[in-house]
């Protein structure tokens, strides 16, 4: 049974960092693509960024150099380092993954709901909250 459990969200000042964790048991990223949704309150879904199995990264225009994603296949893990965190980056944040569902445009944009995909997409955790505010 594939298992997601999230962590590191939490409240932050503008300009802190957090890093979030998504650690899959039953699941091998070893050949799979990795992402990063997130649901703002009143806002659609976004795809925030994403992994391929060869390393291809994407990120949306609102967190490019400031949000880095990667993952640690020996520990099946997939990581969200957010960094220069702005009031418009509080949101829900839901780790996903797949075998070739490819990068950035790739990915399920369908919905404005992001947990619609939880029944698309092999993985889907369990949501973190992350509040930025002053």
């Known amino acids: 049974e594939v298992q997601p459990v999230e962590s590191g969200g939490g409240s932050v000042q503008p300009g802190g960092s957090l890093t979030l964790s998504c650690t899959v048991s039953?699941?091998?990223?070893?050949?799979?693509?990795a992402g990063w949704y997130r649901q703002a309150p009143g806002k659609e879904c976004e795809l925030v960024a994403s992994?391929?199995?060869?390393?291809?990264?994407y990120y949306t225009d609102s967190v490019k150099g400031r949000f880095i994603i990667s993952q640690d296949n020996a520990e099946n893990t997939v990581y969200l380092q957010m960094k220069s965190l702005k009031l418009d980056d509080t949101a829900v944040y839901y780790c996903a993954a797949d075998l070739g569902v490819g990068v950035g445009g790739s990915w399920p944009s369908w919905s404005a709901t992001c947990t619609d995909y939880a029944r698309y997409l092999e993985v889907w955790g369990q949501g973190t909250l992350v509040n930025v505010s002053s």
């Open positions: 992994i391929s199995s060869d390393g291809s990264t």
């Open positions: 039953g699941f091998t990223f070893d050949d799979s693509d």
